[in-house]
């Protein structure tokens, strides 16, 4: 059946996250012909798990849609005051949370290649589900190290959790991709982070019909300076211009004129200052280290000594 009653539309469209689709249908409805108060004949379908398709369509050419998805129906709400139904749908790949990944810890490609003997990601999908792999970017599978190009490996921490949840989470943040799910043909595309999307142009106003825009902003997520480091005193302190394990970035200060001009000003010149520096304190540094270590040894020599000298005054008494 074709929905030509349902009202309340809104279709809420995410990346990294479940597509969502709500809209609501009346129960009764007029006959076309007679103008009678007759019931939908698909009311009664509108129940949860049965699919929707949505389309998305040009006027002049309603049989070829610009986009079109599956949605699946996950929650209903019947009022008989207002006789209709509210329908909340999720994006078919929800279903990819039927199926569950377990992995037992080790690095793995995206896709495996002719040389690599080991599944990647998606060759466990399409063997553990009934989606396939699409689009693969090729920017999304290898990675450029020292001016050389190589296969672009993850290690997973043993792990089990939905599919779904594994892509979104894990897959997405360890290999800096966007996933894109094909509901239609029940394909995952995948586009390299960096690299994906293009500018086409498309200004918002009120001579394009845009009825609202809405800005939002939060200061959540901003870090002006973040310590860096690892395992076994790793660090970056050697190839950090500002000496320390520290990065400071003040950007977002600077550019919502919350900072004068003369304190921009001051810490533009610091960082040139730094940069300018920067083979100067490095040497010194060194210096520093070469002389600790010396330092160091010769305080082992003096323990060693004062050792002995301990033995040859026990031996003198």
């Not at 998805?69 to 929800?94: A, L």
């Not at 070469?290 to 082992?300: E, G, P, Y």
């Not at 002995?308 to 031996?315: D, G, P, Q, S, Y």
């Amino acid at each position: 059946a074709v929905l030509n009653e349902a009202f309340s539309r809104r279709l809420e469209i995410n990346i990294d996250a479940l597509n969502k689709l709500n809209f609501t249908v009346p129960k009764y409805t007029k006959d076309r012909l007679t103008h009678e108060k007759i019931e939908n004949s698909y009311y009664k379908d509108i129940i949860e798990e049965n699919m929707i398709l949505l389309k998305c369509v040009d006027r002049d050419r309603p049989s070829n849609p610009i986009w079109q998805s599956y949605f699946i129906i996950k929650e209903c709400e019947e009022s008989t005051e207002n006789e209709s139904k509210t329908v909340q749908c999720s994006s078919r790949e929800i279903g990819l949370n039927r199926n569950t990944i377990t992995l037992d810890g080790m690095a793995r490609q995206l896709k495996k290649d002719s040389v690599n003997t080991s599944d990647g990601i998606f060759d466990i999908m399409e063997q553990q589900t009934k989606w396939k792999l699409g689009y693969l970017d090729e920017n999304a599978k290898v990675e450029h190290i020292n001016g050389g190009t190589s296969n672009k490996y993850r290690y997973f921490e043993p792990l089990s959790k939905p599919w779904l949840q594994f892509l979104q989470e894990d897959v997405s943040s360890a290999f800096d991709v966007v996933i894109f799910f094909d509901t239609v043909n029940k394909l995952v595309n995948v586009y390299d982070r960096k690299s994906f999307g293009r500018h086409t142009g498309m200004v918002l106003s009120e001579e394009n019909y845009a009825k609202n825009i809405t800005k939002s902003t939060s200061s959540n997520d901003i870090v002006t300076k973040l310590l860096v480091y690892g395992e076994n005193g790793i660090g970056i302190s050697d190839v950090n211009i500002y000496g320390n394990d520290y990065l400071y970035n003040y950007d977002y200060f600077k550019q919502n004129g919350q900072m004068s001009n003369e304190l921009i000003m001051a810490l533009n010149r610091y960082e040139s200052l730094l940069v300018e520096k920067d083979i100067e304190f490095k040497n010194l540094r060194n210096k520093l280290l070469n002389l600790q270590s010396q330092l160091d040894i010769k305080k082992q020599e003096m323990t060693q000594l004062n050792e002995e000298l301990k033995a040859l005054r026990h031996i003198q008494s």
